[in-house]
């Protein structure tokens, strides 16, 4: 009887799968293009968040950006992602990137001519916001549409990678470049930087939505009601809100760095580019992450092991240590969103993907945003380290309840996906 050889072995993947790059020349140059302008926006987020600090020496003003930024988001992302499913998204795309690269090179010019002014900082971030309210839903949208549905998970650790690197390496670039060579050579850098993905976006093909003949016009509302319908579509936003409003202390490095660690714009920069770190390492070792089948339980597990790390970088004192917290915070952030990514792209059609993607865009963008205004108040109100502390258990306890509420998320299978 013939014998039959042993089918080989599978070496489980660890490393980053890379096959969307391979596969795709479109994403290839899309994900290079925009890892390089996230970087350029790093710096311009920190060298905001310093500048304001240095004019003012309030961490509450210091939190209104991220409320100038906010407004805006939740004022024009939902109906970004309307426009998303209306028309050309390459074209969207291109036209939202040259409006921020544009108000980089004004930050840039003002500082240049000592034009120092509060006011005139939170008026460009808002008008970043609306451009970034209309960019993100279409470049997300796009995303689905060059690569097959099987590389997504792939693709969105990518995603997370590229978001993640660049605020790793933009907020270390840009706090040693304000320390040497002032604010408007960081704004500038970030003007130039949106040049790749301008050129990335260029490339593409035509990317009109897929939507019937005749059909009616893109409603905000459709895509609403679609999402009211799909009960863990909206536990991944909910979760998302658990860590990024109540345990995201950004807003106050500025201070943290002066008060706990004696530093300056530089230890702000490294506070900053901790998670980013961690999450960057997340993305590099994601290659586990295609076996998971029980998305809706990594989610949950991720958002808490966030708020845990956030509650014990409260506690410390020693600049590494709470690095370290930090970086393990990222690494969780960065499991997260690549989960959260893949659910809300495999179970959307196409001719909803941009409005579903704006509600993503002002849960991803706009919760941090308006973590930033509470984490700036409460901190005026009582302490950094009771704010910082405080937010990360109150995180715990939310996403805890929440699990209790709506169990079937937990139970969310990616073989049977069922928003």
């Known amino acids: 009887m013939p014998q039959t050889s042993p089918a080989p072995s599978v070496r489980p993947r660890i490393l980053a799968d890379l096959t969307p790059l391979r596969t795709s020349v479109h994403y290839r140059r899309l994900w290079f293009g925009n890892t390089i302008s996230w970087i350029g926006q790093g710096m311009t987020t920190l060298a905001i968040s310093l500048q304001v600090y240095d004019i003012t020496r309030s961490t509450f003003a210091v939190g209104l950006v991220g409320l100038c930024s906010l407004v805006p988001l939740l004022a024009f ?12 998204r390459r074209r969207l795309g291109l036209i939202s990137a040259s409006g921020s690269a544009v108000l980089s090179a004004a930050l840039a010019a003002a500082a240049f001519a000592d034009f ?29 549409r060059l690569l097959p549905v099987e590389q997504l998970p792939a693709a969105n650790a990518l995603t997370s990678m ?28 970030d003007a130039v930087a949106f040049s ?27 895509g609403l009601r679609f999402l009211a319908t799909r009960p863990n579509l909206r536990m991944t936003f909910f979760s998302d809100f658990c860590a990024m409003i109540l345990a995201h202390p950004r807003a106050l490095f500025p201070a943290v760095a002066v008060i ?25 070792f994601s290659g586990w992450q295609g076996r998971i089948r029980r998305q809706g339980l990594a989610i949950l597990l991720a958002v808490g092991a966030w708020g845990a790390a956030i509650a014990v970088f409260g506690l410390t004192r020693n600049l590494w240590l709470g690095l370290l917290f930090l970086g393990l ?91």
Request: aromatic share 8%.
């Open 329 to 419: 915070a990222g690494f969780a952030d960065a499991i997260s969103m690549a989960f959260r990514s893949t659910m809300l792209q495999a179970a959307v059609p196409d001719e909803l993907r941009g409005r579903l993607q704006g509600v993503f865009l002002v849960v991803v963008v706009g919760g941090p945003r308006l973590g930033d205004f509470l984490a700036g108040s409460a901190a005026d109100l009582t302490s950094p380290s009771v704010t910082v502390t405080g937010g990360g258990i109150a995180c715990v306890l939310a996403v805890s309840l929440l699990a209790l509420r709506w169990r079937g998320f937990a139970r969310y299978d990616a073989r049977d996906p069922k928003p």
């Open 196 to 222: 790749a993905s301008l050129y990335a976006m260029w490339r593409l093909p035509s990317m009109l939505p897929d939507r019937a003949e005749g059909a009616k016009k893109a409603s905000v509302l459709e």
């Open 162 to 189: 590229t978001m993640t690197s660049g605020t790793l390496v933009g907020p270390m670039l840009g706090g040693l470049v304000v320390g040497f060579a002032g604010y408007q050579t960081a704004y500038a850098i």
């Open 260 to 284: 706990w660690y004696d530093g300056d714009a530089r230890t702000a920069g490294l506070l900053v580019a901790a998670p980013a770190l961690g999450a960057v390492l997340g993305g590099v």
């Open 116 to 144: 120092h002014h509060v006011w005139f900082l939170y008026g460009v971030v808002a008008f970043q916001s609306v451009c970034a309210a209309v960019n993100s839903p279409a470049r997300s949208a796009m995303i689905p």
């Open 77 to 88: 992302g939902l109906y970004g992602g309307a426009i998303a499913d209306t028309v050309d």
